[in-house]
């Protein structure tokens, strides 16, 4: 019976296509939103359990003296720690092309940050010269930078213009890290005659990694302890802490993207309710006839539900399989490659697959209920005097 | 073909119908459109039932086919009561003993001929084989072995007909119930058609009960049965 109904499909094929590519479209659509919500949430999902965040109390933007670096690496359970600042310029060939400038310690840095992957020959090229960034292979194949080339940016917050050379080109271990972000040495910065007066022996934010993630609360209180009766005093906390923090301030944003994935797949069930209740009525005759030989109420509903299911499923295998080439090789490398502060890992997970089909196949079912319903509920002599 | 007469009444009839009223509502008006009826027919007859339109022809046949039921009186067929069956238990009954053939054929349009003459039997517990075996030899009963696998866009009407009937007649019912089964067709295909049943009645010994217009239809049956204003003349 199932066979007959997934046949009913062939009845007007233009009106069947269309609803499968209706479904498509929502499919596609409902991967990439919950894609987009798993990206953003990778950050906080795979952030190290062992690194904590110091920052200015106040505010990111305001810096901290270097020599908390030290007195932060002095506290008991701290294994290491590493300063950064946030640089910001902008390569001026590629003026309309974002992506981060960070100053760190090189050394202290690739410690912190041990999912960073950098050839042995590159990190001592890069410990040793000045001028020398790493930049990750993401942004090296976007703007078609190599080891050894000479680039100048243009400072925003440090005016002027600022060469570096090229000491390596990083890959990482783990999906959180932003493949397409430029580190260079913190000394290049600090020493330069236009940051002497403004900023000197200044830190942004300091990064630590602790022997004990069971005791992360405890060492970053003790951190801001420390500094509590300073001039500048601290706020620390879990790098997944920080994370999530940031991800709980674009929260609303995430809410209503899980509210929008969620409205695509009720007007998908929408299109296909209305595509299988027109069927039902035009085949009232037909239903009608199938009745009078012996055909249950049920057997009719199965047959009006199969053919609702299958195109639900049909169009959420051809959306699931459309998914991979739109939002992997498209949209995600795009974003990977340009926003990737954002979403440095922008791939469709399996669940999301998943829950993708299940989710079509249940609307399926429910979109078919109704017109299902009106089916049973048809009485044979009406429906046999009604013009198929 | 099976020409089982276990069921039948002591008087050899096979539908037995007994002051049967039909009564409509039309908003708040009455219809009566069966009116007291009684009417006989025997195992193995070939009858017909004329009259002008709205006379009760059709109601008549689908209360005896135990697609509705009357008002009151009772329709036994096979010796079974069939008003009195549940819904559930009519449709069971319906596809156990009831061939139906409409004036438009109603084949499903998607299907082949065989796949619309295997539509009753899947209801049956049969497997697919089996089910192809009925099939196949219906629709050479009915002289379309050839065409069983074209669709019915690629029959003409006489043929679609003749589908039809094999699809009646694939479950091995103990009556047919023809409504207008020439009333779509040419002459020649209606002849056709006519001599199809003929045959079934002879040859196979099926009760035939048939609602037709046509009055060279009617002379095909052994048995014409008027019908005006809900009453047998």
Redesign the interface.
């Not at chain 2, 499903?108 to 299907?111: A, C, D, E, K, N």
């Given at each position: 019976m199932t066979m007959v109904a997934v046949r009913n499909l062939r009845r007007n094929p233009l009106r069947t296509v269309l609803t499968i590519a209706a479904v498509m479209v929502a499919i596609i659509f409902f991967v990439t939103l919950r894609t987009v919500l798993s990206a953003w949430t990778a950050g906080a999902d795979n952030a190290a359990k062992d690194r904590i965040g110091t920052r200015h109390k106040v505010s990111f933007i305001m810096p901290m003296p270097l020599r908390y670096v030290q007195e932060v690496r002095d506290i008991p359970g701290v294994k290491s720690a590493a300063s950064a600042n946030w640089f910001g310029a902008k390569d001026p060939k590629h003026d309309r092309e974002f992506f981060a400038t960070i100053a760190v310690k090189p050394k202290d840095f690739l410690e912190v940050y041990d999912e960073i992957d950098l050839p042995a020959e590159q990190r001592e090229v890069w410990f040793q010269t000045k001028t020398g960034a790493i930049i990750g292979d993401s942004l090296a194949k976007k703007l078609g930078w190599k080891i050894g080339d000479k680039i100048t940016l243009t400072g925003t917050i440090y005016p002027g213009e600022w060469e570096f050379v090229i000491a390596g080109i990083y890959t990482a271990t783990r999906r959180s890290v932003d493949r397409a972000t430029l580190y260079f040495n913190y000394d290049y910065l600090n020493d330069d005659p236009r940051t002497r007066q403004s900023s000197h022996d200044q830190v942004g934010w300091i990064v630590s990694r602790i022997d004990d993630p069971g005791r992360s609360a405890e060492i970053a209180k003790a951190i801001d302890s420390k500094f509590d009766e300073r001039d500048i005093q601290t706020l620390s906390m879990s790098e997944r802490a920080m994370n999530t923090s940031f991800i709980g301030m674009i929260s609303a944003i995430l809410k209503a993207v899980n509210v929008v994935s969620l409205v695509m797949l009720g007007i998908m069930a929408l299109i296909i309710g209305n595509t299988v209740a027109m069927g039902v009525r035009e085949r009232t005759h037909e239903y009608g006839v199938l009745r009078a030989i012996g055909f249950l109420p049920k057997h009719l509903a199965v047959f009006v539900v199969s053919e609702s299911v299958a195109v639900s499923i049909f169009g959420g295998l051809l959306g699931v399989m459309l998914s991979y080439p739109l939002v992997e090789q498209g949209l995600g490398r795009w974003l990977e490659e340009n926003l990737a502060g954002f979403f440095p890992f922008f791939r469709i997970a399996p669940q999301t697959i998943g829950v993708s089909l299940v989710l079509a196949a249940v609307l399926g079912v429910l979109a078919g209920a109704l017109p299902a319903y009106s089916a049973m509920k048809l009485k044979v002599v009406d429906s046999l005097r009604r013009a198929g | 073909m099976s020409t089982d007469t276990s069921s039948q009444s002591a008087n050899g009839a096979i539908v037995s119908a007994k002051r049967v009223r039909k009564t409509y509502l039309r908003g708040k008006e009455e219809l009566n459109v069966l009116q007291d009826l009684d009417l006989t027919v025997h195992e193995g007859a070939f009858e017909a039932l004329m009259g002008p339109s709205g006379s009760g022809k059709s109601t008549l046949l689908?209360l005896i086919?135990g697609?509705?039921r009357p008002t009151s009186g009772t329709i036994e067929v096979a010796g079974v009561d069939v008003g009195a069956l549940p819904e559930?238990a009519r449709?069971?009954w319906?596809?156990?003993n009831i061939g139906?053939i409409?004036q438009?054929y109603?084949m499903?349009?998607?299907?082949t001929a065989l796949?619309n003459v295997e539509?009753?039997l899947?209801?049956a517990r049969l497997s697919g084989k089996e089910r192809r075996e009925r099939a196949t030899t219906a629709l050479e009963v009915v002289g379309l072995k050839e065409r069983m696998q074209h669709y019915p866009r690629e029959l003409s009407g006489g043929q679609e007909q003749r589908v039809a009937i094999a699809?009646a007649i694939v479950t091995d019912p103990r009556l047919i119930v023809a409504d207008e089964p020439t009333g779509d067709l040419d002459r020649k295909s209606a002849d056709d058609v006519l001599a199809l049943l003929d045959r079934l009645n002879q040859e196979f010994n099926k009760t035939i009960i048939m609602v037709t217009h046509d009055p060279a239809a009617a002379e095909r049956a052994k048995k014409v049965h008027h019908l005006d204003k809900g009453a047998l003349l």
């Open positions: - | 689908n086919a697609l509705d559930r449709a069971k319906r596809a156990a139906f409409f438009t109603n499903m349009p998607v299907l796949e539509l009753p899947l209801l699809r």
